[in-house]
């Protein structure tokens, strides 16, 4: 059901990991643009972005994972998947979580989706003037998002779902494996929190085959022009930067969704309301990945049965997990079919 793993291969990438973690870490920096910062609550807070042309109806508020740091949005100048949606006229709004530490141990995956997002939807509101936002989500950020969608539809008006896990439980997901081994409560630190140096491990392992020499070597060995060079330099600090996860929180979520699949399941309960994404009426946009290592396409392609079909459109990008929002195909495919789907006009109801 699974792929076996090399026992050699698994040892080799294991002394990498030791070696990047106990090397000097690079710098993760944004791209060298200007954002205004909006305080939502807590560490959160919001990046905004005007539109760098007519702008489109609404406001719209980009979602990404807790896992990482949403700076791979807006990496570099020039291939940015945030300045690709500026130039279409969208104002962007992009979430920044904020880097956990133990006071924020305790923490729920109900305080970071009726707290923290629900917040930032009505910063977005006030700020941009608006009465409903449109929201993309991406990796775990687009399940975060289809929570609150369930929850609070009447703040949204569009929904983006991007490489997005609905059902954890399909054939080739090597994540749920791996959340079904481990002792999770164990892997927490004394703080109460996840360190990310754990999550880079796993991630790390999920590639036994692509060692950190061979991966960087070519890339930085100056064959390539200089702003390129760049960019990967940012996105490989991006990459081995894996912020703590609050440890609370973390547990709710893979046990919820990497083991119990309670999200497909309606049977999600946050803050006392129970997540049924059968009740979601508003149009959504669902993007996954051919070759997604992360999220397998079954595990994104779900959501048409979870949702029932209505008002839902997908769209299937070659390329990688990554690669659907930083690659270069990615960049010139996707922030296009987004920015259709937000500004179409709606379908009429039959007489």
């Known amino acids: 059901m699974f792929p076996d793993l090399d026992a050699d291969a698994v040892r080799a990438q294991r002394e990498r990991i030791d070696a990047l973690l106990a090397a000097p870490a690079e710098p993760v920096v944004w791209a060298d643009r200007s954002a205004e910062r909006l305080p939502v609550e807590g560490k959160a807070s919001l990046r905004y972005y005007p539109p ?4 489109a109806a609404r406001p719209l508020l980009l979602v990404y994972s807790l896992v990482n740091s949403p700076q791979v949005l ?3 100048r020039g291939s940015s998947f945030v300045e690709c949606l500026q130039g279409l006229g969208h104002p962007v709004y992009l979430l920044d979580w904020g880097r956990p530490d133990a006071s924020d141990a305790g923490l729920s995956l109900a305080d970071y989706v009726c707290g923290y997002l629900h917040g930032a939807v009505r910063v977005v509101q006030r700020h941009g003037a608006a009465d409903t936002v449109d929201l993309l989500g991406i990796c775990q950020g687009g399940t975060l998002a289809l929570c609150l969608a369930s929850l609070e539809p009447r703040a949204l008006h ?6 997005t896990p609905v ?3 399909t054939p080739s997901d090597v994540l749920a494996h791996l959340a ?5 409560p164990a892997l927490l630190a004394p703080d109460g929190n996840l360190p990310g140096a754990v999550l880079a491990a796993v991630f790390a392992l999920l590639r036994p085959l692509r060692g950190a020499g061979a991966v960087r070597a070519p890339w930085l060995d100056g064959a390539i022009d200089a702003p390129r060079r760049e960019r990967l330099r940012r996105l490989l600090a991006w990459q081995g930067d894996y912020p703590d996860q609050a440890g609370r929180a973390w547990l709710e979520f893979v046990t919820g969704c990497y083991r119990d699949n309670a999200l497909v399941r309606g049977a999600l309960v946050l803050d006392g309301r129970t997540v049924d994404l059968s009740r979601l009426r508003l149009p959504i946009l669902n993007v996954h990945a051919r070759a997604d290592h992360l999220v397998p396409p079954a595990a994104s392609q779900a959501l048409r049965r979870a949702v029932g079909g209505r008002n839902y459109r997908e769209l299937a990008v070659d390329g990688g997990h990554v690669g659907v929002f930083a690659g270069g195909h990615g960049l010139a495919t996707v922030p296009p079919a987004v920015s259709r789907f937000l500004r179409a006009s709606p379908k009429r109801k039959p007489r």
């Open 74 to 76: 807006d990496l570099a």
């Open 167 to 169: 059902d954890f439980h």
């Open 52 to 55: 760098l042309r007519e702008p």
């Open 180 to 184: 079904g081994a481990f002792d999770l």
């Open 158 to 163: 569009r929904l983006v779902t991007l490489v």
